[in-house]
């Protein structure tokens, strides 16, 4: 099993992994940044997670590359500055598949192909690396300015699914043949 490489280099972002030192921003990305609607609904839509709750998620071994196979996240850098985070789920041993999340906290740092360019170099890494046939990503229907993202960095509608009268798209990017 590979392990978790000190930094992922894209073409204009630089994915680090992220340490339990990383777990106050990661939760105030989550809960207090301009993603934050994004991540949880519009305001009073939904129950923000507490620090517990969140990282009743985000086990361990996200924050301390101790077992790739069951999730990583990354922190983005740009100018070595931290922007956000991207990360890749438990890799299904079934179908080898694995689902996406990235989160862009600040608007100013938005529609500038970080998130393209985060989504492309962890895609590369997985399926370079771990084995990755099918990455999924699965944002809001509502959520247009991360759609076309996803679709730059060569995701493509699977399926739609309605929850709590939310419109969500599966999105899945293939390892090439």
Aim: contains cysteine; charged residues 20%.
């Amino acid at each position: 099993m590979d392990t978790v490489p000190s930094q992922l280099q894209g073409a204009v972002v630089t994915l680090r992994p992220l340490t339990p030192a990383d777990k106050e921003s990661f939760y105030q990305w989550a809960v207090r940044s301009d993603a934050t609607p994004y991540i949880f609904g519009p305001q009073g839509t939904e129950q923000l997670p507490t620090w517990e709750e969140l990282f009743t998620d985000y086990q361990p071994h996200y924050f301390d590359s101790s077992d790739p196979l069951q999730g990583q996240s990354f922190g983005i850098l740009v100018d070595g500055r931290l922007i956000g985070q991207i990360n890749y789920d438990g890799i299904e041993s079934l179908d080898n598949s694995t689902e996406l999340d990235i989160w862009i906290a600040s608007s100013p740092d938005t529609s500038r192909g970080y998130g393209t360019d985060a989504l492309n170099t962890l895609v590369d890494y997985l399926f370079a690396h771990l084995g990755v046939e099918v990455c999924t990503i699965v944002p809001a229907a509502s959520n247009t300015r991360a759609v076309r993202t996803y679709e730059k960095a060569g995701f493509r509608l699977a399926r739609e699914v309605t929850h709590n009268q939310v419109r969500w798209l599966h999105m899945e990017r293939q390892r090439p043949s």
